[in-house]
């Protein structure tokens, strides 16, 4: 075979400019204030991180209960699936990519949202908080967001390369908006997390 033509297994996987752009997201993610706040409480650290809920054999409603174990997934489950190139990605599309990520956030909301009303001295509102859309509005344009005056840290995944083409800022840019547009109780996924994005 000469090998000009890529193979099956090539076609499968994620593109490299949409996987770079899927890896800065999370690296926004990752490196989110809200996770290096010493605030933040173990139970939900593991939420986000790991995907796992403390206490969730004593959720009642079964259905919650199965929604919330049938899929396990936190950001650090999100890194090991995007992997370190293309070839290590379990995701073939960005899409993939945006809705495990929304998955993260939904499950925190609704479990969250089970706490308020049934076990409040566990419920965290900061957590609960975090997974909402906040006040200011994400849709505007992204050159009209001013970076935070103090840029937390990459601490999970540092960015590979010093900046972002136009194009690959732009793919982080629609993939961020993929992961806001659905809404989970009448609230957007994971905006306090991307408000305000800077992918510079």
């Not at 005056?149 to 900046?163: E, N």
Request: with cysteine.
């Amino acid at each position: 075979m000469s090998g000009e033509s890529p193979t099956n297994k090539e076609k499968e996987r994620i593109s490299k400019p949409a996987h770079a752009a899927c890896t800065q997201v999370l690296a926004m993610l990752l490196g989110h204030e809200t996770l290096q706040s010493p605030s933040l409480s173990t139970a939900a650290r593991s939420a986000l991180l790991d995907g796992t809920y403390a206490n969730i054999d004593a959720v009642e409603p079964a259905d919650l209960k199965a929604k919330l174990t049938r899929k396990t997934m936190g950001l650090d489950v999100v890194q090991k699936l995007l992997g370190s190139k293309p070839s290590r990605c379990r995701f073939k599309t960005c899409e993939r990519f945006s809705k495990d990520v929304r998955l993260v956030f939904q499950n925190i909301l609704l479990y969250q949202s089970y706490l308020k009303d049934h076990a409040p001295k566990v419920y965290d509102p900061t957590l609960f908080e975090t997974s909402q859309l906040s006040p200011e509005p994400s849709s505007a344009a992204p050159s009209s967001h001013k970076p935070p005056s103090s840029t937390p840290t990459l601490s999970h995944r540092p960015s590979s390369s010093s900046s972002l083409s136009d194009e690959d800022k732009a793919k982080c840019h629609g993939i961020v908006q993929r992961i806001m547009k659905y809404k989970e109780m009448g609230v957007a996924m994971a905006a306090p997390f991307f408000n305000p994005v800077d992918v510079s």
